[in-house]
């Protein structure tokens, strides 16, 4: 008897399993945190993971799981990592999969799933699907591990095709078989690979930054814009050392605020609609020229027609060589990683580089000052009930005083007015939805950022964005993260004043219950809930949020008949177009 035991465990501590080697495989790529939600089969990955010294933060709802992975993966530069379970699980976490992938976001979708031979023959598993089959189109790549010898290889393949060249969403499939599989546990770790070199520099040709400087040469109406390209690639001081050694006027895309501080004297923010028509030479760092820059083309660019092209010329910097010429025609591509770029672009230019002409500045500070006055105007008024302007004069000062303060921002209104009032100091603080303009990143985006970064999160939620998460105040209660969440209140999808065309009992399809306290919500999990409806309300309770650090909800009530259809997108509306 006495010796029986220790027997036992020397044998048991010589055998390695699925689930061990999956940890040891992330841990091993320095990946230390797992977004998730648990349930067979990868409950017990999630107790062993927490067991040995991984941070598993489990949602209450995968999407969330998924698109926080989705920005820890923007905001480190490594996979971020969502666990699920089969089927409903899996299909929860996808849409932020295929998020990651429209954004250029490193993740890894790592779901269980159910027997294969039980799946392929459809013949009605516990949670039977085909879910590589599934993952494949929406993901930049998709693997599935059968054999637990296997998993070093998988793991590896899918943080490659996570990380390099532009990064996306990969999916991994571990049937539940897999986790119980024993092998030698010496076999087992010679079999772990840790990747070397994840996310290799690519250069640029020189006769491409070459191309590029010449035409930027002769431009006389130079523009440049950053993408959230620009911001993942950390870059930063070489970006900037680009924008003030050419002088040239920049835009930021709404994620790249704060590259440069937004009230850096060559932002052309404020002038937006002037320098894009005007500009004859336009360079795209990390941004490409989808609907987000009106395709480059149309009115926006001074275009004739909708889709008439404006005469610019462009300079396009991005790590995929297929993107240039997808809307328009691009004269300069140079395909590289942003650092290796710009840093050629920099070497190039030396120090005898020519200011753009004065004229095209002199003109841009113009109409810079005065849409900024005119908005100080706005900004200034203090109307009953608030509006978004009078509550984001607000949040404005309240990011100004904390400028590491993480930034999340979704709604229509909410997410327009936000993004042009609120200026943004350092990089990579504002995260939003993004390509698609997807609703429900908010809660998710909060639990990352808080964990990634350690900073103090404030999101400026639409009351209906808000919602699309919202059950995971309990999430940030739980892990007593310093979130600040305020939800701009006004009754509805867009606004809370549509009326049932039918005239019948059910109100309009965008009306919600009218004076919700959403407050009240985070209160139910031991969070601060604050109800503001001046803007005085409204300010304490922020700068409370911030002075405390405790997970807290302001729910700020706006004046139900503040902002349009859609924001700033209502000519997208079919509808709209018809009249
Ligand atoms: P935005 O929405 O801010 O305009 P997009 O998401 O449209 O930005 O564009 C980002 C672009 O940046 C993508 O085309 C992507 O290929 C590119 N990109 C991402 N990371 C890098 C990098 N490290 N180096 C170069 N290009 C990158
Ligand atoms: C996944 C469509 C775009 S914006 C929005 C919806 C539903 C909410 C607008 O109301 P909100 O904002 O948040 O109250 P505000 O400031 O104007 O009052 N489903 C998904 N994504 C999108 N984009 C939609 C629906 C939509």
Not at 133 to 150: G, I, M, N, S, T
Not at 301 to 316: L, P, S
Request: aromatic share 6%; glycine share 10%; charged share 20%.
């Amino acid at each position: 008897m006495g010796t029986a035991e220790p027997q036992v465990a020397t044998a048991q501590s010589q055998l390695s399993d699925g689930f061990q080697l999956v940890i040891d495989a992330l841990k091993l790529n320095g990946i230390d945190t797992i977004y998730g939600l648990p349930g067979i089969p990868i409950t017990d990955l999630t107790r062993r993971a927490q067991a040995e010294g991984m941070r598993v933060l489990s949602f209450r709802h995968e999407q969330s799981a998924g698109y926080a992975a989705s920005i820890a993966g923007f905001l480190t530069q490594q996979p971020g990592i969502c666990l699920t379970v089969s089927a409903p699980g899996f299909l929860n976490g996808l849409n932020a999969l295929a998020h990651a992938t429209v954004n250029c976001f490193p993740m890894i979708l790592i779901s269980g799933s159910s027997e294969r031979e039980i799946v392929d023959l459809q013949q009605g598993d516990y949670e039977e699907l085909d879910q590589l089959a599934v993952a494949r189109p929406l993901a930049k790549a998709a693997f599935r591990v059968l054999q637990a010898e296997d998993i070093g290889v998988g793991v590896a393949r899918a943080i490659r095709a996570a990380v390099s060249g532009r990064p996306g969403g990969v999916y991994l499939d571990l049937p539940a078989k897999l986790f119980a599989q024993t092998i030698d546990a010496a076999a087992g770790t010679r079999s772990l690979i840790k990747v070397v070199d994840p996310a290799p520099k690519q250069v640029p040709a020189p006769e491409a930054v070459k191309r590029a400087l010449e035409l930027l040469k002769g431009a006389r109406k130079p523009l440049v814009i950053l993408g959230k390209g620009a911001a993942y690639a950390q870059a930063d001081a070489e970006i900037r050392s680009l924008i003030e050694r050419t002088g040239i006027p920049y835009l930021p895309m709404s994620m790249a605020k704060g590259l440069l501080p937004d009230t850096h004297e060559q932002s052309a923010a404020a002038a937006r609609s002037y320098v894009l028509p005007e500009a004859d030479v336009v360079m795209l760092i990390g941004a490409r020229l989808n609907w987000l820059l009106a395709h480059g083309k149309g009115k926006t660019w001074g275009g004739k027609g909708a889709k008439d092209w404006g005469g610019q010329r462009f300079i396009q910097i991005d790590i995929s060589p297929q993107e240039a010429d997808s809307n328009v025609r691009i004269d300069a591509p140079v395909v590289g990683d942003i650092a290796s770029c710009v840093s050629a672009l920099l070497a190039g230019i030396g120090s005898g580089w020519a200011k753009p002409p004065a004229e095209w500045l002199r003109a841009i500070q113009e109409r810079k000052s005065k849409n900024i006055a005119k908005m100080a105007e706005t900004l200034a008024g203090n109307p009953s009930p608030m509006n978004f302007h009078s509550a984001l004069a607000v949040v404005r000062d309240v990011v100004k005083a904390n400028p590491d303060a993480m930034f999340v921002n979704e709604g229509a209104n909410a997410l327009d007015f936000a993004r042009s009032i609120v200026d943004m100091y350092r990089p990579r603080k504002r995260i939003d939805v993004g390509t698609w303009g997807i609703m429900g990143v908010g809660m998710g985006y909060c639990v990352a950022a808080a964990v990634v970064t350690r900073q103090q999160v404030i999101a400026i939620e639409g009351d209906s964005a808000f919602g699309f998460s919202g059950m995971e105040v309990e999430t940030l209660c739980r892990y007593n993260l310093p979130v600040c969440v305020v939800v701009l209140n006004n009754n509805g999808v867009y606004r809370g004043t549509d009326v049932n065309p039918a005239g019948g009992p059910d109100v309009a399809p965008t009306v919600f219950v009218k004076g919700a306290r959403y407050d009240k919500l985070i209160e139910a999990f031991g969070g601060v809930g604050a109800h503001a409806t001046t803007p005085a309300e409204l300010r304490r309770a922020m700068e409370e949020a911030v002075r405390s650090r405790r997970p807290t909800l302001v729910n700020a009530v706006i004046d139900e008949t503040a902002g349009t259809e859609s924001g700033r997108i209502t000519s997208l509306n079919p509808s709209a177009k018809k009249k």
